[in-house]
């Protein structure tokens, strides 16, 4: 978790609202994700950054979108919040592309939407 | 569009005992990724096997890939208490040629004092 926080670490929200959760980095890496852990699927993707101002879908990326304006701030946001969404979101960040390098998990946002 | 999948889907062993997992894949890759996670914390890597590589080895985990089956294996060998938690492969590609780190189900184990 060294060097990565997310923001807050737990939210009840209610059906409709807009929620947001940032992830911050002092790694200065160029790369960052956001993911979500369901029972029964692992993990998977939602978006990801490849730099300031620079993001792109992921598999689940439907009902959410995120900003980069800074090297250091992912920000997701569900725009209008759905009992589908309770999840735990998990926001990443690695040096370089997918291909070849490791990843480096935050400590997840666990995010209950009634 | 799960790439990686991991067999047993759970695993109970003793203190001491060897803990074998094993993750199946589907096309081809150029690396895989063993990431372990404890309850209620984020993923935490552990090791990266390269396509051309076939065995890895770090501390008490070793690692195989068998490219040609579109396997690999994490061996944790005298397990302890402290090793209890969810291991995930993930590989760098995943269904349809796209580029993504994409990660299995995990193994949840167990470790018995």
């Known amino acids: 978790d060294a060097g990565i926080t997310q923001s807050p670490r737990h939210k009840v929200t209610e059906t409709g609202t807009p929620v947001t959760l940032r992830c911050h980095q002092t790694?200065?890496?160029?790369?960052m994700y956001w993911y979500r852990q369901d029972p029964g699927h692992g993990l998977r993707l939602i978006h990801y950054?490849?730099?300031?101002?620079?993001?792109d879908k992921g598999e689940v990326s439907d009902g959410y979108s995120v900003s980069r304006s800074k090297t250091e701030d992912f920000l997701l946001t569900l725009e209008s919040a759905t009992s589908s969404q309770t999840s735990v979101y998990f926001c990443?960040?690695?040096?370089?592309?997918?291909?070849?390098?490791?990843?480096?998990f935050g400590p997840g946002t666990r995010l209950t939407v009634l | 569009s799960q790439q990686g999948e991991e067999d047993p889907q759970a695993l109970s062993i003793q203190e001491g005992e060897n803990a074998t997992m094993n993750c199946s894949y589907k096309?081809?890759?150029?690396?895989l990724q063993w990431y372990r996670q404890n309850s209620g914390r984020g993923l935490v890597h552990l090791i990266l096997?390269?396509?051309?590589?076939r065995e890895k080895h770090s501390g008490r985990l070793r690692v195989t890939l068998d490219t040609s089956k579109k396997s690999s294996s994490l061996l944790i060998t005298a397990s302890r208490a402290a090793d209890t938690a969810s291991y995930f492969c993930?590989?760098?590609?995943?269904?349809?040629?796209?580029?993504?780190?994409?990660f299995g189900k995990g193994t949840k184990l167990t470790v018995n004092p």
């Open positions: 990443a960040i690695s040096e370089s592309s997918f291909r070849a390098d490791t990843q480096y």
């Open positions: 790694e200065n890496h160029r790369y």
């Open positions: 950054s490849y730099g300031v101002k620079d993001t």
């Open positions: 096309t081809s890759i150029n690396n």
């Open positions: 096997i390269r396509s051309n590589e």
């Open positions: 993930a590989t760098d590609r995943g269904q349809g040629g796209s580029e993504k780190l994409v």
